[in-house]
Structures are given as structure tokens and as C-alpha cells.
């Protein structure tokens, strides 16, 4: 349908207020004078830290302890209205895009239930976002995902929470895209980048350009996620290898 007819629409409808979330585009002008109470928009991070399209995978690759989700009011600039309410929330150590979003969907359905009764009756005074602390998240590509081993263990594990479940973070193996699915940094001496190496108890780690990754849990093409012990079973080969860096 043509934006005029999509418009018309709306305004038939006679909201008090439009609630949008994760939309992806700017709402135009006739949009945004239909509802009296404004139009609204639900953004899963503290603004103005992470405005744009991936601000929960941004918080976990800056290692930030917390992030939250703010409610605001539309205009036309990305994700710079002026702010009605923001809740904070911790970022675990075990927490993935894929869990975070889950978490921060919750908090903002509950904090928009509290909101919105204190913005009808005029409550809630909106407040501006300060521009000089402004941040931008950006669009993730596929790309991104391959891994550097010669960076720190560190960075790569939260790559490897960032990147899940989209687009995930992988090396290649015997001409196959391997994903990492889950690992944990460790401290270790400076090898060979990008050496798999035994940990002991079935474990195995990869040497980063500072400590070592062991990996938990990966995901060889064409076959399930699995535990490391289960991929070691049929791939004993696989320790002592040197997996790829990125191009």
C-alpha cells in the first residue's frame, strides 16, 4: 500500500497514542500528528548511549555491566526524542543478544504499562537527551562474525555473546564454517594464534592474541550445536590444529 493510503489508515483508527518498537524507519510528519499523546518508541538501551539499529549487541562488545531500556517520544531524528521514562538492567556474564533481548522485551512491556497511565494524565514531563553523550550503534553484517584470533580472548568471548544468535562468530575448519557458540576466556601464556590446545579434562581452548579461548560449545557446518565433549568424540584431530585468522 502507498504511504498516503497507509496514513489515511491510521488516522481512521483515532489513536491516542502510537507505540512502536525495534520498527527500523523514520516515521514521517503525518504520522506523527495523528495520536494527541504523541508517538512512541520503546529502544533497548540507556539513550542516548547506543541510538541505532543494534544497541544490545554494542553494550556487550563495550563489556558495559548494565544497559536498559528507555521509553520516548518519536521525532524525526534516530532515536534522539526526548525521554518519559528509562529502567536499568544488568548485563550477566553469560548473557547473549539472544538472552538480552529477551530480558529487556520483558522490562520494557512492564515499564510501558507503568508509563503510559502517568503520560495520559500529564504526569510525566519529557526529558531532552543530552547530544554531547550521545553514541551510535551500527548494522552488523556478516562478516564481522569471523574471528581474529590474534586479538585478546577477551574481546573474542564477547564477540561471541554479541554475535548470538545473529550472525554468529565462526572460524573455518577443514573447509567448513565452524561456529563458536559458547566460551570463556582464560589467562595463558603467549603461543602460537590461533593453536587449539588441550586444557585437560576433555577441554580445549584456542590461543588468542592475549590468553586463551576455551571453547564450550560450537557448531560444525551441516551439523547441531554440541558440547565440545561430544565434537571431540568423532574429531580427536582437531586438537593441536591451527585455525585461520580473519582476512
Given amino acids: 500500500r502507498d504511504r498516503s493510503g497507509t496514513v489515511a489508515s491510521l488516522a ?9 518498537a525495534a520498527f527500523g524507519h523514520i516515521l514521517p510528519p503525518q504520522v506523527l500528528a495523528i495520536p494527541p499523546f504523541s508517538c512512541i518508541n520503546l529502544h533497548p538501551s ?27 517520544l518519536v521525532n524525526q531524528r534516530i532515536d534522539s526524542g526526548p525521554v518519559l521514562a ?11 543478544t539472544g538472552s538480552l533481548t529477551t530480558k529487556l522485551a520483558e522490562i520494557a512491556a512492564h515499564l510501558l504499562i507503568e508509563t503510559l497511565p502517568l503520560w495520559f494524565s ?17 548494522l552488523l553484517s556478516k562478516k564481522e562474525g569471523e574471528i581474529e584470533w590474534r586479538l585478546p ?8 555473546r554479541a554475535f548470538y544468535p545473529w550472525p554468529g562468530c565462526y572460524t573455518t575448519w577443514q573447509g567448513k564454517v565452524l561456529k563458536v557458540v559458547e566460551g570463556i576466556p582464560l589467562p595463558g601464556e603467549q603461543g602460537e594464534i ?5 586444557l585437560g579434562r576433555g577441554e580445549v ?3 588468542c592474541g592475549e ?22 568424540r568423532g574429531q580427536r584431530d582437531f586438537i593441536g590444529v591451527l585455525l585461520p585468522n580473519s582476512k
Avoid: C, H
Avoid at 12 to 19: F, R, S
Avoid at 91 to 96: C, G, L
Fill in 205 to 207: 581452548g584456542v590461543k
Fill in 12 to 20: 481512521q483508527l483515532n489513536p491516542d497514542v502510537i507505540v512502536v
Fill in 194 to 198: 590461533g593453536r587449539v590446545i588441550s
Fill in 153 to 160: 580472548a577477551t574481546s573474542i568471548w564477547r564477540q561471541v
Fill in 46 to 72: 540507556l539513550l542516548p548511549r547506543y541510538r541505532g539499529p543494534t544497541p544490545i549487541p554494542a553494550a556487550i562488545l563495550s563489556g558495559d555491566e548494565y544497559t536498559g531500556t528507555t521509553i520516548m
Fill in 86 to 96: 528509562q529502567r536499568r538492567v544488568d548485563i550477566s556474564s553469560e548473557d547473549t
Fill in 211 to 232: 590468553g586463551i579461548l576455551s571453547l564450550l560449545r560450537i557448531q560444525l557446518e551441516g551439523k547441531s550445536e554440541m558440547d565440545i565433549e561430544e565434537f571431540l
Fill in 122 to 138: 500529564r504526569s510525566l514531563v519529557p526529558q531532552k537527551q543530552r547530544e554531547e553523550d550521545a553514541t551510535y550503534s551500527k
